[in-house]
């Protein structure tokens, strides 16, 4: 059984940073590639940030490149989502992804098999 434990989310000012982080409980023996999605209010959810499983690589939507950090920590099955310079465009329920059947980076919510909660970031202008 394969647990997305997501932290980090919260209210913050236009201009402001957030770092939402991700971790895999369960079968942490494999490797993950790793997501994060967004949905805002009356909307589809749409692709943030995506992360291989050997951290090598990274993808990014084009709303957030050169804002958002996607990285992996010293443990392998936490990941990390810088978000800089936030605009309240950003608002929306944040959602982890993790898939252990391809190497990533993957960018379609369909390829991942495991997802998070998803914490609230609420950007104020």
């Known amino acids: 059984q394969v647990q997305l434990v997501e932290s980090g989310g919260g209210l913050v000012q236009a201009g402001g940073s957030l770092r939402l982080s991700c971790a895999v409980h369960g079968r942490t023996s494999r490797s993950y590639a790793m997501g994060w999605f967004r949905q805002a209010p009356g909307k589809e959810r749409e692709f943030v940030a995506a992360?291989?499983?050997?951290?090598?690589?990274?993808d990014y939507a084009d709303a957030v490149k050169g804002r958002f950090t996607f990285s992996r920590g010293n443990d392998k099955n936490t990941v990390y989502l810088q978000m800089n310079s936030l605009t309240p465009e950003d608002t929306a329920v944040y959602y982890c992804a993790a898939d252990s059947s391809h190497l990533g980076p993957l960018s379609s919510p369909a390829e991942y098999d495991y997802w998070g909660q998803g914490p609230q970031v609420t950007v104020s202008s």
């Open positions: 992360i291989s499983w050997s951290g090598g690589s990274t």
